[in-house]
């Protein structure tokens, strides 16, 4: 099992954690790991993109001149792509970009970008994340002393709006509820602070 050190908002070691070797010493699946923040990117967009083409269009009925006879070229319609205000040709239409990704490879690749964490030595056990008032310059004194790096990942099993007012003052820096845990988030962030209670509920939910 790897060990990590347990420490608290003073950035103090309190202890030790030993972390489940089913969730953070699994084999690291980068296929899997780039499918499933592929997918997640995908599914967030909206898909609701449009252009009207020429049939589409406003006007453009009646030909605009004469075919011949005019040192013109022949024109049919106002409404062609060719013309100013006309419709636009091969442009975007409403799409599903939505990508189903299976339950296996999901939690494969979530193991992956934990035990990567601890590989690269970018996982941080916190005691607690309990504050009772909100203060950014804490949690950036408490950064600096365990060298969390420029874009850290909080993980918490309990909501606090105090540290969630704490960290929303910090450039690149998050907040995430452990049941909202996903991989883009982990391969996203450099560093990731991890409280012990979120550590149980991870290694109930994929310790399996």
Not at 43 to 65: D, F, I, L, M
Not at 142 to 168: D, R, T, W
């Amino acid at each position: 099992m790897p060990t990590v050190k347990v420490v608290n908002l003073k950035g103090e070691i309190v202890g030790e954690q030993q972390l489940s070797d089913a969730v953070f010493s699994a084999p690291v699946h980068v296929p899997a790991m780039h499918q499933v923040v592929v997918a997640q990117l995908a599914n967030r967009r909206q898909g609701t993109h449009a252009a009207k083409s020429r049939g589409e269009v406003r006007g453009g009925g009646r030909k605009p001149w004469r075919q011949k006879h005019t040192g013109r070229a022949r024109h049919g319609s106002r409404r062609s792509p060719i013309w100013v205000g006309g419709g636009v040709a091969h442009g975007p239409v409403p799409r599903d970009y939505h990508q189903k990704v299976n339950k296996k490879v999901r939690r494969l690749a979530l193991k992956s970008a934990l035990s990567l964490k601890v590989m690269e030595d970018k996982l941080v056990v916190l005691d607690s994340f309990d504050m009772e008032k909100p203060s950014t310059k804490a949690v950036v004194s408490f950064l600096e002393s365990i060298n969390g790096g420029k874009k850290p990942l909080f993980m918490v099993a309990q909501s606090s709006n105090a540290a969630y007012k704490s960290v929303s003052n910090i450039p690149k820096a998050k907040v995430l509820h452990v049941d909202s845990i996903n991989v883009y988030d982990l391969v996203h962030h450099d560093h990731l602070i991890i409280t012990k209670d979120a550590v149980k509920r991870v290694e109930e939910v994929y310790g399996r």
